[in-house]
Nanobody, 123 residues
Framework: QVQLVESGGGLVQAGGSLRLSCAVSGRTFSSYAMAWFRQAPGKEREFVASVNWGGGSTFYADSVKGRFTISRDNAKNTVYLQMNSLKPEDTAVYYC????????????????WGQGTQVTVSS
């Protein structure tokens, strides 16, 4: 059984920073491409960023490009999302996701999901 557990969410003022973590257990971490998605109240879940199996290739939504950075540490079985210059519109529940075969932006292609962590950005 694969488990994904997010942490690091919280309340921050606009312009601030947060780093989210997602710890993965249950199978060899390096066999998964990883991604972050988010869902704001009343909106559909949207892609934020993804990273391939070795960490050498990343992909970002236009709305976060230049402000967010995804990375992974295969020795620690963890993927990170460093979020800088946060805006109120970044407020959402952030989910990490894992896939054995894909690292794009389509949420249906991901096999495993965490429970989410709340990020709230005040203006």
């Amino acid at each position: 059984q694969v488990q994904l557990v997010e942490s690091g969410g919280g309340l921050v003022q606009a312009g601030g920073s947060l780093r989210l973590s997602c710890a993965v257990s249950g199978r060899t971490f390096s066999s998964y491409a990883m991604a972050w998605f988010r869902q704001a109240p009343g909106k559909e879940r949207e892609f934020v960023a993804s990273v391939n199996w070795g960490g050498g290739s990343t992909f970002y939504a236009d709305s976060v490009k230049g402000r967010f950075t995804i990375s992974r540490d295969n020795a620690k079985n963890t993927v990170y999302l460093q979020m800088n210059s946060l805006k109120p519109e970044d407020t959402a529940v952030y989910y990490c996701a894992a896939s054995t075969h894909y690292y794009g932006s389509t949420n249906r292609a991901y096999d495993y999901w965490g429970q989410g962590t709340q990020v709230t950005v005040s203006s």
